[in-house]
T-cell receptor, first 114, second 113 residues
């Protein structure tokens, strides 16, 4: 079945460092890909998405490019801030076989130190 | 904007007790979902609904029941609570099935002792 694999955390960075969180997927057909973020004590919220190959999603300085040839959707940010400390979830939706249900990775916890 | 509201935020149950987690959304979304989040395991879908009166099982439905009598409300019922149901539960909603944009509540932390 469809699945998402994320790099293991936690990830600890200093403020202004470059961030990469790796995400790869397995799916039939042409899924849509998402990054969700969960700040401490809150529910998840959509950070960015891409719906077809070579699309780049971006929001709040974060970017991710849908790479079909490598089945990847890595999250990047050029300069992280303390306020970016959160858990980041990669997810996919394969609308051909589901009611829009998302399949989530296990999450990667990011801690940014001042 | 209230969005998705879950109650209670915290609850401790004894083994064998029952309870209902409440979820309400004010965005007139047709689609609603219940997920559980276990440490280091991501989110697993328990049940979902595509509209009032229509529900279906997700990946991990055993030990749970749902109902959807109105568009706004999607309660999750736990019968005969077990320690394996200790988790954080998230309710979510979406306008359609094809955007992948889910709106989540703040979660309900349940401990079964």
């Amino acid at each position: 079945g469809d699945s998402v694999t994320q790099m293991e955390g936690p990830v600890t960075l200093s403020e202004e460092a470059f961030l990469t969180i790796n995400c790869t997927y397995t799916a039939t057909g042409y899924p849509s890909l998402f990054w969700y973020v969960q700040y401490p004590g809150e529910g998840l919220q959509l950070l960015l998405k891409a719906t077809k190959a070579d699309d780049k999603g971006s929001n709040k300085g974060f970017e991710a490019t849908y790479r079909k040839e490598t089945t990847s959707f890595h999250l990047e940010k050029g300069s992280v801030q303390v306020s970016d400390s959160a858990v980041y979830f990669c997810a996919l939706a394969n609308y051909g076989g589901s009611q829009g249900n998302l399949i989530f990775g296990k999450g990667t916890k990011l801690s940014v130190k001042p | 904007n209230a969005g998705v509201t879950q109650t209670p935020k915290f609850r401790i149950l004894k083994i064998g007790q029952s309870m209902t987690l409440q979820c309400a959304q004010d965005m007139n979304h047709n689609y609603m979902y219940w997920y559980r989040q276990d440490p280091g395991m991501g989110l697993k879908l328990i049940y979902y609904s595509v509209g009032a009166g229509i529900t279906d099982k997700g990946e991990v439905p055993n030990g749970y029941n749902v109902s959807r009598s109105t568009t706004e409300d999607f309660p999750l019922r736990l019968e005969l609570a077990a320690p394996s149901q200790t988790s954080v539960y998230f309710c979510a909603s979406s306008r359609t099935a094809n955007t992948g944009e889910l709106f989540f509540g703040e979660g309900s932390r349940l401990t079964v002792l």
